[in-house]
């Protein structure tokens, strides 16, 4: 009879823990990491990662659950409850090398110079003269008159 209270007291304890724990959401892409609730959503972009620390208590490593937190300058996620989450750091401190590489990458060929386009306008203009010359509305000759002006 004195069990029944605690044996109750024990599942609803269980339900709501695995249903406060079903209405979170982590997303993980190749390019950040997403944490959704019903309140919030918070975004860290993988390149921003500074620390990347693991938390377990004895009973976690038992169970090889735990905390995993990802810190920037400015704010972190915890992601809490990860199963072998050893094995999930090392996967987002590769997945965080390789977007910091990618953005190295494009650094460096956004910083190659490109051939000085024409001034703005230009090939519009032309475009406008070749209408005219096709609708007829303009002479040959006038044509290649005024597209001398755009070739030099």
Known sequence: MLLVPVLGIGIAVLWIVHTRRKQVIYEVTDRQIEHRNRKISQKIDLANVKTLDVKQNWLDKKFGIGDLTLSTETRSITLKGQSNPEKLSNMISAAVRAER?????????????????????????????????????LSDEDFKKEKKHFES
């Open 101 to 137: 590489k990618r953005i190295d990458e494009l650094s460096h060929v956004k910083n190659i110079p490109e051939d000085e386009p024409p001034p703005p306008g230009t090939l519009d203009k032309l475009d406008y003269l070749t209408g005219l010359w096709q609708q007829g509305l």
